[in-house]
């Protein structure tokens, strides 16, 4: 089974910082990581292999600093990794990103499965997994915290709020990944020494087959108009009572007061 992992590098924060003048991500003074649901869909990866062997790629785009990601999924046990990075590819929306990861998808390809996270705890849309199904033609299962292969299908857990779903997909799929039981597995020390000596493959404009009416600002719909922090106004009201009972009946009171209950 071919797997390809796609991972994005963020800022290690849910705090994330918009430049009100350019509205994109402020990055300087924020270290950054692998998007935490995308390492769980490394470990998704590593688990298919190990069930049925096969190889797992990752693949993420960014600057060239988001190679100490790739670097981590081979640490933890991916066969090989690709970076898609081109000052062209910069101000790309999500259905441009989508467009260039699945251009890179079919260029490194073919991949029975391909993982994303659900979203990415920045840019926080949870489009580009889905759109990329779309721009492959391919089937796309949402929400999923648990896989396991049926054949020469996968049996995918999905996630609801209030119930699982049990689901069988017929390859090639896009998976988006959920943060389940089995969580990201730790790098060995041997992993880190190979993954260190491990070669990146990097993949520029010129490499990759795209449109370039379909890239960077050009390619992308989505214009910014605003950014802003919601603004929240809480106020506070303190319960008092003499006893428990009549802290309980101050609160009951205050609550239906405010048509709470
Ligand atoms: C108008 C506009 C302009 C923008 N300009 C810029 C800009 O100039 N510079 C910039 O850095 N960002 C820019 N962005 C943000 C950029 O579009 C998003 O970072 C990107 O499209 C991913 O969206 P997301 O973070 O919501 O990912 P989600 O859809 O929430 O991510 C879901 C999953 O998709 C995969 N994924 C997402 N992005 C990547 C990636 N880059 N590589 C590999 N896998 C990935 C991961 O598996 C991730 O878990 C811009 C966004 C908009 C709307």
């Known amino acids: 089974m071919k797997i390809l992992v796609c991972v994005k590098q963020v800022p290690d924060t849910t705090e994330i910082k918009i430049d009100p003048v350019t509205n994109t991500l402020i990055r300087t003074g924020v270290p950054s990581i692998m998007n935490p649901f995308d390492a769980y869909a490394v470990e998704q990866a590593l688990r298919l292999k190990e069930a049925a062997g096969g190889t797992v790629s990752v693949v993420s785009m960014g600057p060239p600093q988001a190679m100490s990601i790739l670097t981590d999924a081979l640490a933890m046990g991916a066969d090989e990794a690709h970076l898609i990075t081109d000052r062209r590819f910069g101000g790309s929306d999500t259905l441009a990103t989508s467009y260039i990861l699945s251009c890179a998808v079919r260029q490194l390809g073919p991949f029975d499965v391909i993982l994303c996270g659900k979203q990415a705890i920045d840019g926080d849309t949870g489009q580009v997994g889905p759109e990329m199904a779309e721009h492959l033609g391919i089937a796309q299962v949402t929400y999923v915290s648990q896989l396991r292969p049926d054949g020469d299908r996968l049996e995918a857990v999905r996630e609801h709020p209030d119930r699982q779903e049990i689901l069988s997909v017929a ?69 008092e009572g003499e006893s428990a009972k009549d802290q309980a009946k101050a609160l009951c009171q205050a609550l239906s007061r405010a048509h709470v209950i």
Do not use: M, Y
């Open 171 to 239: 390859l090639p799929a896009v998976i988006t990944v959920v943060k389940g039981e089995e969580r990201p597995r730790f790098e060995t020390i041997r992993g880190r020494l190979k993954a260190n000596r491990q070669e990146i493959g990097i993949l520029d404009r010129e490499a990759l087959p795209v449109e370039d009416e379909k890239i960077g600002l050009t390619g992308s719909p989505t214009k910014v108009k605003r950014t802003f922090t919601p603004e929240r106004h809480a106020e506070c009201v303190w319960v």
